[in-house]
């Protein structure tokens, strides 16, 4: 499995562009990366996939560079409602048993 | 059909009580997963089915836990003898059999043990 790092939290402000990295040094070859948001009292709702390069989809953009070791998942212009968890995963792209990890708290402030 | 419902969405037990969720997952998923998730954590896996096959069970799910999904549609998780360790949200998902489709969570289901 591939170990995961991201920050614990971050703040930021309406209107910002909110960018979280995760490091997953050890993915393998066949590995896709996703991103999960979680608010409170609620099941985790899918954001984005991706395996190389840029992924852009109508809610954020996914950033992972040619050797895959890292990637940016990138909110654009956030709003109060974005406060939430924000995992980020590595495995099968259907992967049946999701790993999570703990997640970045990200808090976005008026 | 707009998505996973689990039920209850709140559940308060005294310890050694038995209790049983229940996960609707979207229709014709032909997959269904169960996971726990303690507070400030994120989600666990717990089990899941292929239809009414159960194809893997964690480690975490222990004698006292039992997950089924007779008809392959929806699915119980049931809990024996419950301990206070035992507190946490319990979610469902879901998924389609195609590749590359993501699971589906549902709204999970708060247990407390006092």
């Known amino acids: 499995l591939a170990k995961i790092t991201q920050p614990i939290s971050m703040d930021s402000y309406e209107g910002q562009e909110v960018n979280i990295t995760c490091s997953h040094n050890?993915?393998?070859?066949?590995?896709?990366i996703t991103w999960y948001q979680q608010f409170p009292s609620q099941g985790p709702r899918f954001i984005i996939q991706g395996y190389k390069t840029k992924v852009t989809n109508e809610v954020a953009s996914l950033f992972i560079p040619a050797d895959r070791k890292s990637s940016t998942l990138s909110l654009p212009r956030v709003s109060l409602s974005d406060t939430a968890v924000y995992y980020c995963l590595v495995g099968k792209a259907a992967g049946n048993k999701l790993t999570f990890g703990g997640g970045t708290r990200v808090l976005v402030k008026p | 059909d707009t998505g996973v419902s689990q039920n209850p969405r709140h559940k308060i037990t005294k310890r050694g009580q038995n209790v049983t969720f229940r996960c609707d997952p979207i229709s014709e998923h032909n997959r269904l997963y169960w996971y726990r998730q303690t507070l400030g954590q994120g989600p666990e896996f717990l089990t899941y089915f292929q239809n009414e096959a159960q194809l893997e069970k964690s480690r975490l799910l222990s004698d006292r836990f039992s997950a089924e999904r007779p008809k392959g549609s929806f699915s119980t998780l049931e809990i024996q003898r419950t301990e206070q360790g035992d507190s946490a949200m319990y979610l469902c998902?879901?998924?389609?059999?195609?590749?590359?489709?993501?699971?589906?969570f549902g709204p999970g289901t708060r247990l407390l043990v006092l």
């Open positions: 050890n993915i393998a070859t066949n590995d896709y």
């Open positions: 998902a879901s998924r389609d059999r195609e590749a590359g489709e993501t699971q589906y």
